[in-house]
């Protein structure tokens, strides 16, 4: 008597499609979450970059306009640590790449976001041929992924974009709890590899 095996369920495409529009919205929060913070320290440097000599101008008024004569050693003082920290930044910003790194995390928003409206067409079964479509946004997911796997995202930021994308589609995680927050908790009560717990 020879062994059959049942041959193996079909994947519900429509269900992996869902997955799918998880990992998409977790790969836009991480991408908007770098590009929000570059632009803090874009506007950061700019600022520098116009108070610096908006002081050495007023160092200028000290040395004839009498009441400001008593503020010089405070501009100084405020001259060098302006100079110090915007010497810095810049040096940081042009090491780690900062006009880059913003061209690239929006673009990364914008394609997450348009692919993950994409799979949740196809998980709300709203396109003519499912499995077509399925493989057409395949192709193309694996295609965005390889670039942002380049883009070196960090376990932290892995469940920071898992937990956006659960609390987008609310489902729960694996650990069977839906983050109750966007951000992993530090001390979680009940810790889980993949969410970061809650
Ligand atoms: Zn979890």
Redesign the pocket.
């Known amino acids: 008597m020879t062994d059959v095996q049942p041959p193996a369920p079909a994947p519900d495409l429509r269900q992996l499609a869902w997955n799918n529009v998880i990992h998409a919205e977790g790969t836009r929060a991480v991408f908007a979450r770098r590009y929000a913070a570059l632009r803090r320290w874009t506007r950061v440097r700019d600022v520098l970059g116009l108070v610096i000599p908006i002081i050495v101008a007023f160092l200028f008024t000290t040395d004839w306009v009498q009441k400001f004569a008593a503020y010089k050693t405070l501009a100084l003082a405020f001259l060098s640590f302006a100079a110090l920290a915007q010497g810095l930044i810049v040096v940081w910003s042009i090491l780690s790449k900062w006009d880059e790194e913003l061209a690239y995390s929006t673009r990364a928003m914008r394609d997450s976001a348009d692919i993950r409206e994409s799979w949740r067409d196809v998980g709300q079964g709203l396109v003519a041929d499912i499995p077509q479509s399925f493989a057409i946004c395949q192709t193309r997911q694996r295609l965005l992924d390889s670039h942002d796997d380049e883009k070196g995202i960090t376990a932290w930021e892995m469940q920071l974009g898992m937990r956006a994308g659960l609390i987008a589609c609310q489902r729960n995680?694996?650990?069977g709890?839906l983050?109750h927050s966007r951000k992993p908790p530090r001390t979680p009560a009940k810790a889980?590899i993949?969410?970061?717990?809650n």
């Open positions: 995680c694996r650990c709890e983050p889980c993949i969410c970061g717990g």
